[in-house]
């Protein structure tokens, strides 16, 4: 039975093929002549190419654009003061290396009398910090500590050559 089911498929795959063989691709042949006698198209050649013309950043003295912009009266108020410059000649502390905003309280620790500050950076890890301790990049400078916040006084540029103190904080997370 299934010797005779072998023949009857074979038998009908050769019917098959010998109905698809006939020569009756006049008008498939016609469109292609058709095609083939129209003119080539021409192709556009390639555009020249523009050299890149390097542009010089010299704004960056300045403030970032993505700093909050500091108001003009506070700006005032603190010229009048005092003429602040950071100390260049100071060694950097590791949490200098971090942006203010990366930066995040995340709770307090008092040892042996002295209180100190979590401060988590952007990286994970976890530092002691404490009155009068930097951080930011922006010379910024521990001056108070609560158990739910730090006021830091940044000394930035005032966009004219001179320096000008910032007051920023950090609050504690979750807060």
Known sequence: MKRHFNKACALGLVVGLVGCASDEFTDLDEFMDEKRSRPGGVIPPIPAF?????????????????DR???IREISQL????????????PKEFLEQFTF???GMVGTLSRAGIDWVLIRDPEGG???????N??????GKIVEMTDTY??????????SEGWVERPRTI???GL
């Open 171 to 173: 609050k504690l997370a």
């Open 101 to 103: 905003d990366s930066l």
């Open 134 to 139: 930097f951080l930011g990049r922006n010379h």
């Open 50 to 66: 523009k050299a890149y013309k390097a542009f010089a950043y010299s704004a960056t003295s300045l403030r970032s654009p993505f």
């Open 150 to 159: 730090v006021a830091v006084i940044e000394i930035v540029s005032d966009g």
């Open 69 to 71: 912009p500091i108001e």
């Open 126 to 132: 976890v530092h002691r910090v404490k009155v009068g």
């Open 79 to 90: 010229q009048s003061v005092s003429t602040v410059e950071p100390d260049e000649t100071r």
